[in-house]
Every structure is written in C-alpha cells, then in structure tokens.
C-alpha cells in the first residue's frame, strides 16, 4: 500500500473539487436529463414532449398533448424519482409544464 502526502489526491477527488469549483455539476446533469429523457419515459412520450430544461431543481417540460400533459402532471413524483435514480443524484425537485 502506498502513502500519499498531505497534498496529493486522487484523480476522482481532483475532477469532483474541480466540478464542484466551477459549478459544471448541474450543467452535467442537466445535459443528463436531456440525454435520458427518451430512455426513461419512453419513445411516445419524448415524442411529444419537448423544450426539457431544468433551472433551480425545477425540470420544465412543453407538452404537445393535453391528456398526456394531464397523466404526466399527476405522475410528476414519479418522473422525479425516475430522473434522479438515472441521474444518480437528487437533481430534480419539482416538475413544472409550459
């Protein structure tokens, strides 16, 4: 086993100050929910969803149709729980549609 001065670290630890010292976190994981969108709620819903984008914990969604917009707003703690599992992280705290 090898023994790390006072002021070495690891890469993993390196790259996780450096994110966090320049706030790329949430730009990642809002490019993640972008990414997985379509993968977690499937081919018809990402169809007719758009405009993704998440400010401030809250993922805001555009709708093509009403009854889906109806069915995904009483699902909303669904999608939130869905999103951050994949995410791996608690990112989105509320759903909100346009």
Same mark, same amino acid.
């Given at each position: 086993?090898? %023994? +790390?001065? !006072?002021?070495? /670290?690891?890469?993993?630890? &390196?790259? +996780?100050?450096?994110?966090?010292?320049? $706030?790329?976190?949430? *730009?990642?994981?809002? &490019? +993640?929910? $972008?990414?997985?969108?379509?993968?977690?709620?499937? *081919?018809? %819903?990402?169809? !007719?969803?758009?405009?993704? /984008?998440?400010?401030?914990?809250?993922?805001?969604?555009?709708?093509?149709?009403?009854?889906? *917009? $109806?069915?995904?707003?009483?699902?909303?703690?669904?999608? %939130? /729980?869905?999103?951050? *599992?994949? %995410?791996?992280?608690?990112?989105?705290?509320?759903?909100?549609? +346009?």
């Amino acid at each position: 086993m090898s %023994i +790390r001065n !006072h002021n070495e /670290q690891t890469l993993k630890e &390196a790259l +996780r100050e450096f994110f966090t010292l320049f $706030q790329l976190n949430t *730009k990642m994981n809002n &490019a +993640r929910v $972008q990414t997985y969108w379509e993968e977690v709620m499937g *081919k018809t %819903i990402a169809r !007719h969803t758009g405009n993704l /984008q998440v400010k401030n914990g809250v993922l805001y969604l555009s709708i093509t149709s009403a009854p889906l *917009k $109806q069915e995904l707003y009483y699902n909303r703690e669904k999608i %939130i /729980q869905l999103m951050n *599992k994949r %995410i791996g992280e608690e990112h989105i705290k509320e759903v909100a549609f +346009r």
